[in-house]
């Protein structure tokens, strides 16, 4: 349980990985204007990426065979949504989400 | 969400989005704690690294005793998606100063993207940079404290996942995708529900044959190139 060497490289290396992937576009593209093309390439991206995000925590990957799906989270997706589309609030949505999955817990029915 | 673009504002935003980090820095501080990383290893990873699912992956692989080199690259690999959102978003910052852009940039995370970019559906296309720096700073403390906090918590709770708080990040993200689809007036629902279907179709073929990252990556810029193509043949 102590720090060791090893962990300071990897914060070390790791955290500047992760800081050029975020930094570097920013430092870019104040020096330079984006081709119309990339910009409408770039509109899609949030829609795209959150549903891809969405999936990710939907599904259950087995390397080489066919992903399943996560029936825990699947069914506590469904009063989460609801709650969304009811009150339009990201809030409502998490919280709902919490308690049905808290509850699909205590039943075991995921 | 109000068209206002204050850093009061944005510190009132990014409030639902607190819970996911709230849950979720908790579990990873709990799963560090049992992969024997020490507090200052946690914290480091929290405040440094700053990077949700890599840091995760970078527990296991510690853990698994990786070499370097391959928890560099994994780390890489699970935060390339950031390169294409910091794209994005720098997009709305470029009038602000480079010490500001790349202040904005190194706490760009998936929630404060997201919520930026349902923001700037009710904006009118604007963001500000006290707004976004709200967000970004609040998310970056409660990550960073809960993580810390979990670590600590650690040895006192054994299951955190039968409270369902391992659920609000899932719950944050299908929030996110709702209000983005039904706010998005330039795209449209139909042109987003298309693009979402063929995101879904292609995550779960590419799933099979690629590792999940790569497979995020592959469907996320699929998705975009299919959106433009289909926008494309409705115009003409």
């Known amino acids: ?110 | 969400m109000t068209p206002e673009l204050t850093f009061r504002t944005g510190l009132k935003d990014v409030l639902p989005t607190v819970f996911g980090y709230i849950g979720v820095g908790l579990a990873f501080g709990i799963v560090a704690h049992t992969s024997h990383l020490s507090l200052l290893m946690v914290a480091g990873l929290s405040f440094v690294v700053y990077a949700g699912s890599a840091q995760f992956i970078i527990t296991s692989m510690l853990l698994a005793g990786n070499p370097l080199s391959a928890i560099f690259f994994s780390t890489f690999l699970v935060n390339s998606r950031m390169i294409l959102m910091s794209t994005s978003l720098a997009q709305y910052f470029r009038h602000e100063s480079l010490g500001k852009n790349l202040l904005l940039g190194a706490l760009v995370t998936d929630e404060t993207f997201a919520l930026a970019m349902n923001k700037q559906n009710v904006t009118g296309g604007r963001l500000s940079f006290a707004w976004q720096n709200a967000a970004n700073l609040v998310a970056y403390l409660v990550w960073g404290v809960s993580t810390v906090v979990g670590a600590i918590l650690g040895g006192l709770i054994a299951n955190p996942e039968q409270f369902g708080f391992d659920f609000a990040l899932t719950a944050m993200f299908i929030g996110l995708v709702y209000l983005q689809l039904i706010s998005d007036k330039h795209l449209g629902l139909t042109l987003q529900l298309l693009v979402m279907g063929f995101v879904a179709l292609l995550y779960y073929l590419t799933l099979r044959v690629l590792d999940a990252n790569l497979a995020l990556l592959v469907a996320t810029i699929g998705g975009c190139l299919f959106g433009m193509e289909v926008k494309k043949c409705h115009l003409h």
């Open chain 1, 1 to 110: 349980m102590s720090f060791t060497l090893t962990d300071l490289w990897v914060i070390l290396g790791c955290g500047a990985v992760t800081l050029l992937s975020r930094v570097f576009p920013f430092a870019l593209l104040k020096k330079f204007q984006l081709p119309a093309g990339v910009i409408d390439f770039l509109t899609f991206v949030p829609i795209a990426i959150m549903t891809a995000l969405c999936c990710q925590s939907l599904l259950v990957v087995h390397p080489g065979h066919w992903a399943t799906l996560n029936l825990a989270n699947c069914l506590a997706a469904i009063p989460a949504t609801l709650a969304g589309i009811l009150t339009k609030s990201l809030l409502a949505v998490v919280v709902v989400g919490i308690m049905a999955m808290a509850l699909i817990r205590y039943f075991q029915w995921g």
